[in-house]
């Protein structure tokens, strides 16, 4: 397919390890396709892990489910091995290659998705749960990786954020789909039918995306063998802007999965809506908000961060302060027009902080650490953004129930706004010594 459209990479292959040898550049057309392929697998990705949000609704009432146990399922029970597995997979996509991983990741992940179709109650639904957080522990960090090996510097914030449109397109895609099929035919369905269609995906990635040479965009001296995880701990530990970033995007984390996981259940309780009014309501605000919000932070972070590399933290900071005013607006009005509205601005203000992040955590560390200290960065966010995140709000809102009943989801997700304001702050504070910690 695209593989004729340039030679190979220059440098050899054993045990499935890339040389760094130098390589010469792919076609503009083949690295495209990379960048749309690992597109769509990170569009499945938040498919298989996002569609239980709106899943929810039918699930909860079929299995008797309480909303901490729904938080539970929706955080926890994919957190768990998702952050766990995340560390030790990079260290193996710094050493392998990154391609297979990625593909087989996807296999499992997408198995597991469709085995949630299967459950029958709490135990089965949390485990099988838990079974895509072990498939997609296995799925961002070496794709990170890879793109870094495609795109030189300059166009990697760019490349990142086209990668996270995977974030809005499937978030949007499985709220679409996952609702509509549970109003017309059943939840079930929706599961075998992300499942399989994540299965057809993993050979076309495996068939036709080449495992590029290790850093063949940086410079001779940056090029070395993969380190243990000690060393990549031990120089992360001398940047704080590394430490920073990643607790300031776990702060905006616990609400951007909180969000995007009760705003559903509330637009139903609190606004009777029906689950397929939900499906393309909510799937609007969230697909073309995340569009535009990823999009700003990639072409953001590329022009500021050019100039002043702590730009790359103070435009994430500026945008989590300007999206919180919008968020209270929307959870405290009654009409649809303006709740759209004031929805769809914190969906993009809440996303811009992907491209000027992730390209910043690749240029901390060399190259040879950049799945790895990716990995990193992903556990902390993860494990706080999901697995508190999601039942954080969920426990909030049975608590609130005896004082506001079925409006108690709207003063959750209220109060967990603060969070927003403790994001930016850590990104203010780690744009202080970003160019410091900067890999020279």
Known sequence: MAEAQTAKPAGTVAAGVVSAAPAAADSKGYRAWVLFIL?????????????????QVPI??????TDTQMGLMGGLAFALFYT???????????????????????AVWSGFTALCGTAHGFWQLF????GVGVGEAGGVAPSYSLISDYFPPQERSRALAVFSFGIPVGSALGILFGGLVAAHIDWRVAFFACGIAGLVLAPVLLLTVREPARGRFDPPTAKAPPPPLGLVVRTLATKPSFWLIALGASASSIMGYGMFFWLPPFFVR?????????????SAIVFFGGLLGVFMGGVLGDKLGRTNKANYARVPGVAFLLGIPFAVLGLLTDNWIVLFIMFLVPSALGL???????????????TSMRATASAVFLFINNL????????????????LRPIYAEDSLRYSILYGLGFYVVASV????????????WHK
Do not use: C
Not at 127 to 130: E, S
Not at 270 to 282: I, K, P, R, T, V
């Open 39 to 55: 597109f769509l697998v990170y569009t499945f990705n938040f498919i298989d892990r996002q569609i239980i949000g709106i899943l």
């Open 352 to 366: 811009v902080w992907l491209g000027p992040v992730l390209s910043s955590i690749q240029h901390m560390v060399p």
């Open 127 to 130: 485990l099988f749960r838990m």
């Open 384 to 399: 706080i953004g999901i697995g508190v995140g999601t039942p954080l709000l969920g426990w909030i809102s049975e608590t």
């Open 426 to 437: 850590l990104m203010f504070l780690a744009a202080r010594t970003l160019d410091r910690d």
């Open 60 to 65: 909860k009432a079929e299995l008797g489910l």
């Open 270 to 282: 609190s606004h009777g809506m029906a689950l397929s009014e939900l499906a393309w309501f909510y």
């Open 84 to 106: 766990g597995l995340g560390i030790p997979i990079a260290m193996l996509a710094d050493r392998f290659n990154r391609t297979w991983i990625v593909g087989a990741s996807l």
